[in-house]
Every structure is written in C-alpha cells, then in structure tokens.
T-cell receptor, first 112, second 114 residues
Framework: GESVGLHLPTLSVQEGDNSIINCAYS??????FIWYKQESGKGPQFIID?????DKRQGQRVTVLLNKTVKHLSLQIAATQPGDSAVYFC???????????FGTGTKLQVIP | SQTIHQWPATLVQPVGSPLSLECTVE??????LYWYRQAAGRGLQLLFY??????ISSEVPQNLSASRPQDRQFILSSKKLLLSDSGFYLC?????????????FGDGTRLSIL
C-alpha cells in the first residue's frame, strides 16, 4: 500500500552544523505534510507543516522543502544544537481524511 | 491555549487484567481525537479515532476498544490484556472538520504487560 518512509534511520551531526532529514512519500494524492520531533519518553511535538501548493516553508531554525515531482520531503535544521537530539517523523495527510500516515522516523544525534 | 493530558504516565499490568487509559483535552471544543500505539524504536500505529461523542472508528482489529463519553474525553480500554499489548500509547487531538491541520500529542502512557 501507500506509505511514508525515511532514507536514513540515524543521522549524526556535529553541534553547530546544519542537519537535513529526508522523507519519501508514495501517495501522490497527499496534499499536507507535517514534521514532528519526539524526545525520549515523550509524545511527538509538532515542528512545522507544509501544504502541497508550496515548495518551501521556514520556521525558527527549521525549513521544510517539498518536491512533489519526486515525492520528497526534507527538514533542515540550522545550527544544530544538543537539544535537537530526538527522533523526527514526517507525516502525510489527504484533504478530507481524518487520518495521518506517519513515517518510521529518523534519529538525530548531535555530537557536542 | 489548548492542552492534552494522558494518565497514567506508566502502567504495569499482568496478562489477562483489564485496562483503562484516559485522555482529556482542554481549551478547544469538538476536537478530533486519536489513540496511537508506538512499539519501541518504531513509528506510530493508529488504533482509533473519533470525530464526535460516541463516534469511534477502529483501524486495527484487536482486543482494545475506545470510547468517547464526553466531548473532550477519550478512553482506551481492554477487558483482558495480552503480552502483545505492551507499548507506548499516545493520545492526540486536532481541530474539528479540518483534515489539513496538525495533530497534537500528549506525553503518552508506557504500558508493560507481565
């Protein structure tokens, strides 16, 4: 069936460098995408979202890029900090559907 | 602002015992409500969702059930727990009628079955 997946299960980044977490989705009907951050023992926390009529959206230190042609989503974190260490999930949704499909997650490790 | 509460935070139960996990949302009306389970190091599996009081949609057939007795209360139950029910259970809410809105999660219940 259709699914959302991630290229890298674990990403190690030096503190201060930029991080890029990638996500591939296969459902071309998806029109809304979300990134979540989950710290150990806690629930996922909303970071940023993007709708399919956009290809880039920026937040505080984070940028999401959407390439609908190749069904690819990425999360860029600028000047990565130790507090950014967590598992990051991408998720997709289709207008009119109440359910969201989550990817399997990428673990980001920040090296001090 | 909206908040979501889940309890208990951790729970250890014997096989065959009943279960009741509770989730409440504050600061919003008529939210969509969701129960997920997350196995260790894995993604989120949707168990149930609800768009209104008494309206429950089940995604995965199993020995769990959900109920929504009040607008902002969502309960996950089981009559007899199995070893395979161990996991991290997450409740989430989103704005009613809008599917293109993020879900907001509670801090989960860690359930261990012995």
């Amino acid at each position: 069936g259709e699914s959302v997946g991630l290229h890298l299960p674990t990403l190690s980044v030096q503190e201060g460098d930029n991080s890029i977490i990638n996500c591939a989705y296969s459902n071309s009907a998806s029109d809304y995408f979300i990134w979540y951050k989950q710290e150990s023992g806690k629930g996922p926390q909303f970071i940023i979202d993007i709708r399919s009529n956009m290809d880039k959206r920026q937040g505080q230190r984070v940028t999401v890029l959407l390439n609908k042609t190749v069904k690819h989503l990425s999360l860029q974190i600028a000047a990565t900090q130790p507090g950014d260490s967590a598992v990051y999930f991408c998720a997709e949704n289709i207008e009119g559907y109440q359910k969201v499909t989550f990817g399997t997650g990428t673990k980001l490790q920040v090296i001090p | 602002s909206q908040t979501i509460h889940q309890w208990p935070a951790t729970l250890v139960q014997p096989v065959g015992s009943p279960l009741s996990l509770e989730c409440t949302v504050e600061g919003t009306s008529n939210p969509n409500l969701y129960w997920y389970r997350q196995a260790a190091g894995r993604g989120l599996q949707l168990l149930f969702y609800s768009v209104g009081i008494g309206q429950i949609s089940s995604e995965v057939p199993q020995n769990l059930s959900a109920s929504r007795p009040q607008d902002r209360q969502f309960i996950l139950s089981s009559k007899k727990l199995l070893l395979s029910d161990s996991g991290f259970y997450l409740c989430a809410w989103s704005v009613e009628f809008h599917s293109n809105q993020p879900q907001h999660f509670g801090d989960g219940t860690r359930l261990s079955i012995l």
